[in-house]
């Protein structure tokens, strides 16, 4: 399981697993928590590259990021750390 600490959104980290490049058992810690429910659920079993495709650069109003946005980074970070 990996936890990525998110950075200028509500939620605290994402925990999530990996298995053959599909996301499971997503979780945000805090945030929003019908949006941050919905997302996991969403992502959940979705190719870790078709993830970051579909949410990276989402925003949150004024913010330059999201919970969405977060967990493609988190997702940008994991495969960083296989390479």
């Known amino acids: 399981m990996m936890t990525y600490k ?3 959104v509500c939620s605290r980290a994402i925990t999530f697993d990996v298995d053959g490049n599909k996301l499971t058992n997503v979780q945000f810690a805090g945030g929003c928590s019908g949006n941050t429910q919905g997302v996991a ?11 970051i495709r579909r949410l990276e650069g989402i925003q949150c109003g004024p913010r330059p990021t999201s919970c969405p946005d977060q967990l493609a980074q988190a997702l ?6 296989l390479a």
Do not use: P, S, W
């Not at 659920?41 to 993830?51: F, H, K, P, Q, S």
């Not at 940008?76 to 750390?81: I, P």
């Open 76 to 81: 940008k970070e994991y495969k960083a750390q």
């Open 6 to 8: 998110t950075h200028g």
């Open 41 to 51: 659920r969403l992502v959940e079993g979705m190719d870790v590259d078709e993830a």
